[in-house]
């Protein structure tokens, strides 16, 4: 299963690198062309808009599959570890129903979009509301994947606030040292 999980967020990086690249050169060839010829490429906007959503929300999910969105660690570090891990239960619970919320309201969007279509190259919209859908559900299988393993006691559970694999211990043996570096 991690397996799957790692090719996957590999592919996803993949495909996040090729849309900046195409998005980069894409506006930059357009500030080129205005500037220099007078004219540009109509569908650059539409594009480089699309994309930019698209990198926002599978960004968000790898973000989330690793821990990196903010949080409150420092408070929930001073914690006990029971007191953390019910924290960690009830933010699991709160983000879950967060993203029930979100991917609900992105495929009532995702519906809607079909009927609409862009401007220029004439897409349906509802590629838009796709990009916030299909990562709300895979941010939704990570948050209870790690559910599951707080709630079983699993050692690779990720809970905020725990040192994850560092020494609770400085060099010199004082408590939290690593923490605070």
Not at 46 to 59: S, T, Y
Not at 122 to 137: D, K, L, S, T
Request: with cysteine; proline share 4%.
């Amino acid at each position: 299963m991690k397996r799957v999980a790692d090719l996957l967020e590999r592919i996803t990086e993949w495909i996040m690198a090729a849309m900046l690249a195409v998005m980069v050169g894409l506006v930059f060839g357009n500030v080129v062309l205005r500037y220099v010829f007078n004219s540009g490429i109509v569908a650059a906007e539409e594009i480089a808009r699309l994309m930019f959503v698209w990198l926002v929300f599978l960004g968000a999910t790898l973000a989330l599959r690793h821990q990196q969105h903010l949080g409150l660690e420092i408070l929930q570090a001073r914690l006990p570890a029971r007191v953390r891990r019910a924290c960690a239960v009830v933010a699991h619970l709160l983000m879950l129903y967060a993203l029930w919320l979100f991917i609900e309201g992105s495929w009532m969007q995702l519906l809607i979009g079909m009927e609409t279509r862009s401007t220029v190259l004439r897409f349906p919209m509802a590629f838009y509301a796709a990009a916030g859908f299909f990562p709300a559900i895979a941010m939704t299988l990570t948050v209870l994947v790690n559910l599951w393993k707080i709630l079983s006691g699993a050692p690779e559970a990720r809970i905020s606030g725990e040192p994850h694999g560092l020494p609770t211990t400085g060099p010199h043996g004082e408590p939290g040292a690593a923490l605070i570096d």
